[in-house]
């Protein structure tokens, strides 16, 4: 887990940077488990949490390149991830749903918006962020 969640991004990023260009963004990918506890995620959460204060690190160190790092932090979202656990269990869909403020899981269409905002123009005054994706999960 380490490596995948915490060791992909670092090396990934030192080996782009130099390609990288001014005024070029980041964007890392967290969880909503950074937020809430959930019995049983403390590796998978803390190896995301260690990817939010690099993001911040790397918004702080890359600003004076005018590079923009964020980081954006997914809710409960029907994909593969955990073996589809989430997209193949309907009880948890709904227990999922119950306390989401819009009332759904996610998908992955409601990610890629925030990752795409975040790489135009539009969010050049975004740095140093963790954006939650969740659907208003556990407010």
Sequence with gaps: MLNIHFKGVFFLTQQLLPLL???????????????VSVPGSSVYASLKGAV??????????LGGRGIRANVVAPGAIMTDFGGGHLRNNEQLQQMVSNFTALGRP????????????????AARWVNGQRIEASGGMQL
């Design 106 to 121: 996610g998908e992955a269409e409601d990610i890629g918006g925030v990752v795409a905002f975040l790489c135009t123009d």
């Design 52 to 61: 939010e204060v690099f993001t911040r690190y790397l918004a702080k160190e």
């Design 21 to 35: 260009n001014d005024g070029g963004g980041i964007v890392n990918v967290s969880s909503g488990l950074t937020r």
